[in-house]
């Protein structure tokens, strides 16, 4: 069977692919077929269009000729005048005016520009495909597939189109977000480090959303890059350039009109009877947009590409959707959904066969009869609409005859009561979700899952395939967009030949991953972290609950953490106070610690001397305790680790000259 990707047919006999081929290269619609008379005028109006732009083409030629005849010879007299006046020793002030605005209009003709007219506008039903076959033959690469069947395709499936939009949607639509570069953790930065790091992501979003295209995020254009690249098998950002080479806009383009070129050095764009050309993300250089030359208006400079594409094993230029392997189940539904749309339109009831047994019908009740199911009972208006036959018997003298019998039979295949094909249609939408493969749940249905079966389901869809497309796009971003942003600030430094020699980048970007958890789960884990001392009992309210922070400051800190700290402030508040304000805590804890030295007892027992130690220092040592434990969870709050390092730093200045204080609070049998 022929693949509707080939060319031409390996062989003479028709097969069922070879059909199915010549349905796709044609337009999909819910119009009727194209038919030969249908065809005809295509071909018609694409001689037309194509004589008005050779006439335009021919004409655009000449007027550009004699513009730049102009040009030259304007230029030519301009030099002469002023040659003239630079001969001359000594100008008057008019005449060095008249050299000033000479010179002027000299630099301003230089820089002048044809502009040409807009070439004639194809009729619509000008394929794509014979407007570059016109425009750019022999410049571009053909591509292996018909991509405007392909996009009416899509457009006519609704289920198609739904599993491209949940595909693209939750794989980049969910938003984005900075992460650390390298694969390193957030907690292993110093606080300096941290500090830098939150900085520089957030130049990161804003340079990012600042050059998307105006009233969207940029993770709403990856999404329509995405979304292209799940239907048509490829998408593109267009990348625009100021003077210096700066990105300043970043544009996404529809993969239906573009191509490359055969050298794989620029990339085409054809579409309404225009053709305009880009550059490779690599290509720095100044290209006019219109001829590809160099240089050119800065209006008419060519933009950069960076495609995306699917892999596939037919092509290494273009990209291949994965769901073209169901392109006979996307027919099928189609075909089966207009069948039942015509049961509306021309019949009302499903298609019948009427027999008489033992009568005869007179050639006006047949004319009737006839009429009535061809016109007069068509149309969901004449659905309930009463058929009344006269029928005689045969023999009417027989003193055997029986009253003639009348049966409407229905002659149909695969109709139920409420439509045809329903399990076919069911069944080839099974096929084009599995293409994508996504389960049911994410269409809003859960089919035959239960609850523990459709979040194992979920869970598996989003890390086989949300996030692993997700992190395709992060590192196509991060390959093109970061570095140029990081050059920008001064982040990266690069030699002439492009190879790195510094690099200072803590963050990249990445996109935002589906949660496969439910609202009851996720609490539960909340609560869970709270008590363990992941979140402080702030963090919990706020990212939680929803409710305002509590302004104090043991709310800034985990639930163990707090409880230890307001145990201390009921012996020692100018110890709590002080780890707030880290000019007194040296004092503060020199003082406490110094007034209430642990004392030595005899066990009654042993009759051994034991250190007992007073409240303070044990809830220093209760307070030391519980910031050790914070500290070897990755997930403590940043002001949490402000105060930690705050609060070590004293302890360590109040004591570090005091052999007795040492001691008393990090002896063994102290901490013991």
């Known amino acids: 069977m022929r693949s509707i990707f080939a060319e031409e047919s390996d062989s003479e006999a028709i097969t069922v692919g070879e059909e199915l081929d010549s349905l796709i290269m044609k337009k999909f619609s819910l119009r009727e077929r194209e038919s030969e008379d249908a065809q005809a005028k295509i071909d018609t109006h694409t001689k037309s269009w194509k004589t008005q732009h ?30 003239v006046y630079k001969s001359m020793k000594d100008l008057l002030p008019e005449q060095k005016e008249v050299q000033v605005k000479l010179r002027a209009e000299l630099d301003s003709v230089k820089k ?5 007219t807009d070439p004639p506008f194809p ?11 016109y425009l750019a033959q022999g410049e571009y690469i053909p591509k292996p597939y018909d991509v405007e069947a392909l996009t009416e395709l899509i457009e006519g499936s609704q289920r198609l189109k739904s599993s491209i939009i949940v595909y693209a949607g939750n794989s980049v639509g969910l938003g984005n977000f900075y992460r650390p570069t390298l694969g390193r953790n957030v907690a292993d930065f110093t606080p300096e480090e941290l500090e830098e790091y939150h900085r520089q992501g957030r130049e990161l979003l804003k340079w990012y959303n600042t050059r998307a295209e105006k009233g969207k995020s940029f993770y709403q254009l990856a999404n329509e890059v995405e979304y292209g690249k799940a239907g048509l098998g490829e998408g593109y950002f267009e990348v625009v350039d100021n003077r210096v080479g700066k990105i300043v806009k970043i544009n996404v383009i529809n993969a239906t009109y573009m191509y490359e070129g055969k050298n794989r050095d620029r990339y085409i764009w054809v579409k309404n009877g225009k053709k305009k050309y880009f550059k490779r993300f690599e290509d720095k250089s100044a290209r006019n947009s219109e001829d590809f030359s160099s240089g050119g208006p800065i209006g008419k400079r060519a933009s950069r590409i960076v495609p995306f594409r699917e892999y596939n094993l ?16 996307i027919l099928g539904a189609r075909y089966a959904a207009e069948t039942n749309v015509h049961f509306f339109n021309n019949s009302a009831s499903p298609r019948l066969i009427i027999t008489v047994a033992g009568g005869a019908v007179d050639e006006s009740t047949k004319a009737s009869m006839k009429k009535f199911f061809q016109v007069k009972g068509k149309g969901r208006q004449n659905a309930h609409r009463t058929l009344l036959l006269c029928v005689s018997s045969k023999n009417q003298l027989s003193p055997n005859v029986k009253p003639p019998t009348i049966n409407i039979e229905p002659l149909t295949v695969g109709t139920t009561d409420d ?14 979700r599995e293409a994508f493969r996504i389960s049911n749940t994410f269409y809003g249905t859960s089919g035959d899952s239960n609850r523990a079966s459709a979040y194992t389901l979920r869970d598996q869809v989003v890390r086989t395939v949300f996030i692993p497309e997700g992190e395709k796009m992060a590192n196509l971003c991060n390959d093109y967009f970061t570095p140029e942003w990081a050059e920008e600030t001064g982040l990266l430094k690069v030699d002439e030949k492009g190879n790195e020699i510094e690099d200072n980048r803590l963050v990249e970007l990445a996109f935002t991953e589906l949660s496969t958890m439910s609202q009851k789960d996720e609490s539960e884990l909340a609560i869970q972290q709270l008590i363990s001392g992941a979140l402080s009992i702030n963090d919990f309210r706020a990212e939680v609950l929803g409710l305002p922070k509590i302004p104090h400051w043991w709310a800034e800190m985990p639930k163990t953490l707090a409880v230890s700290a307001l145990q201390l402030s009921e012996v020692s508040p100018s110890l709590v106070a ?33 250190e007992v130690l007073d409240n303070t220092t044990k809830s220093l040592l209760a307070l030391r305790k519980s910031l050790q434990s914070a500290l070897k969870d990755h997930h403590v709050s940043e002001p949490t680790l402000r105060m930690l390092d705050t609060y070590y730093d004293g302890l360590k200045d109040a004591i570090d000259t005091d052999d007795k204080l040492m001691d008393s609070l990090f002896s063994t049998k102290a901490s013991e």
């Open 314 to 329: 037919m092509s290494d230029v273009y990209g291949i959707p994965n769901w073209t392997g169901a392109i006979p189940q």
């Open 112 to 116: 002048s520009y044809y502009n040409a």
């Open 54 to 83: 050779c006439k335009w083409r021919n004409a655009e030629k000449k007027n550009k000729e004699k513009f730049n005849k102009k040009k030259a010879e304007r230029i030519k007299e301009i030099q002469s005048e002023l040659d």
């Open 419 to 432: 439509g045809s094909f329903m399990k076919y249609q069911a069944a080839c939408e099974e096929t084009i």
């Open 578 to 610: 002080a780890m707030l304000n880290d000019e007194a805590l040296a004092a503060a804890i020199k003082q406490d610690v110094a007034s209430d030295i642990a004392s030595g007892e005899k066990d009654s027992s042993t009759g051994i001397e034991v």
């Open 123 to 133: 009729a619509a039903d000008i394929s794509i495909q014979t407007q570059a076959d």
